[in-house]
C-alpha cells in the first residue's frame, strides 16, 4: 500500500514547484495517488490534463465556494483572493464538473464558505452546493469539501441529502462536530501541519482511526511556517500519526490506505 493525498492543489500558480515535479517529488516519497482537486473551470481541465499524464494523479473536479458566487459580490463591489479574470457563472461552474465525472474519482473541491462571503450570498452559495452534491451521489462518487464558517450548516445539508461519501478536507470546526461527522461515516483528512496544530492533534486523539485521511492542500498548510507544501509532505504526516496512535509506520500506512479504499472504492 502505498501514501496518499486526497486534497492537493498541484495546479495553483502558488506552488512552489511545477506540476510534473511535485509528482515526481511525492512519488519518490512513496506517494501511489494524489487527488488534485479542481477549484473553477479552467482548473478542472489544468486537472484533468494532468491526471492524463500521471497515473499517480487522480482528478476531483469542483467550484470552489467562493467562485460560486464572485460575480455576484463583484457586481456589488464585494471583493475576495483568487483568480478574479477567471470567475465564471454558476452555471459554467457547475457545467465544468459535470463534463468531466467520467473522468473522476471525486466532486470538490466544494462547499460552504463563511470566511471569505457574507450572508448575503449564503442562499446562493448552497443551491450550487446542492447541485454538486446531487451529482457526486448520482455518480456515486465521494465529494471533498470545504467548511471554513459553515461547517454545522454544511453538515446539516448532507445530511439531509443524505449524502455518506464524504471527506472533510481541513476541518476547521468544533471537535464535538467532528465526531458527529466520524459517527456518520464520513472521513476527515489532516494536512502536513498535524505536528505542529494542536486541534488536528486534538481530532486525532478523539476520533477513531477508521475516520482519517492525508492531505496537504498543497500549497498551502506546509509542515513549516511559511513553507509551501508539496504531496511528498504526507510522509512527515504518516510518521506523526504513526507515533501519536502508537504504531508502526507500516500498521499506520495500512490503516490509511484501507479508510481512503473505504471511501474511493480503490486501493491507494
Known amino acids: 500500500m502505498g501514501l496518499f493525498d486526497v486534497h492537493a492543489h498541484l495546479t495553483h500558480p502558488q506552488m512552489p514547484v511545477e506540476a510534473d515535479e511535485a509528482v515526481a517529488r511525492a512519488r519518490a516519497a512513496g506517494l501511489t495517488t494524489i487527488v488534485v482537486n479542481g477549484l473553477h473551470p479552467a482548473d478542472n481541465l489544468a486537472v484533468r490534463a494532468l491526471a492524463r499524464r500521471h497515473p499517480e494523479v487522480k482528478a476531483a473536479l469542483g467550484f470552489y465556494p467562493v467562485e460560486a458566487v464572485r460575480l455576484a459580490m463583484a457586481a456589488n463591489g464585494q471583493d475576495v483572493p483568487g483568480e478574479k479574470e477567471l470567475a465564471v457563472a454558476p452555471e459554467e461552474g457547475i457545467a465544468s464538473v459535470l463534463d468531466g465525472l467520467g473522468e473522476a474519482v471525486a466532486v470538490g473541491e466544494i462547499g460552504l464558505d463563511g470566511y471569505w462571503v457574507p450572508p448575503a450570498y449564503w ?3 448552497e443551491a450550487v452546493f446542492r447541485r454538486l452534491v446531487r451529482a457526486a451521489m448520482d455518480a456515486d462518487l ?3 469539501i470545504h467548511s471554513r464558517k459553515r461547517e454545522e450548516r454544511t453538515f446539516e445539508v448532507l445530511s439531509e441529502m443524505g449524502a455518506t461519501k464524504v471527506n472533510w478536507h481541513c476541518f476547521g470546526g ?6 458527529r461527522i466520524a459517527a456518520a461515516g464520513h472521513r476527515l483528512s489532516l494536512p502536513a501541519n498535524l505536528h505542529r496544530s494542536q486541534s488536528f492533534q486534538r481530532m486525532v486523539d478523539l476520533l477513531p482511526r477508521d475516520a482519517l485521511l492525508t492531505e496537504t492542500d498543497c500549497p498551502f498548510l506546509g509542515p ?3 513553507i509551501p507544501s508539496t504531496p511528498a509532505d504526507v510522509s512527515r504526516t504518516v510518521d506523526t500519526l504513526a507515533a501519536m496512535w502508537g504504531v508502526s ?3 499506520a500506512i495500512d490503516q490509511l490506505a484501507s479508510n481512503f479504499e473505504g471511501l474511493f472504492g480503490f486501493p491507494p
Request: glycine share 6%; charged share 30%; net charge positive.
Open 224 to 226: 513549516e511556517v511559511g
Open 142 to 144: 465521494p465529494v471533498i
Open 123 to 125: 442562499d446562493a452559495q
Open 174 to 179: 468544533r471537535v464535538k462536530l467532528a465526531v
Open 249 to 251: 509506520r507500516t500498521q
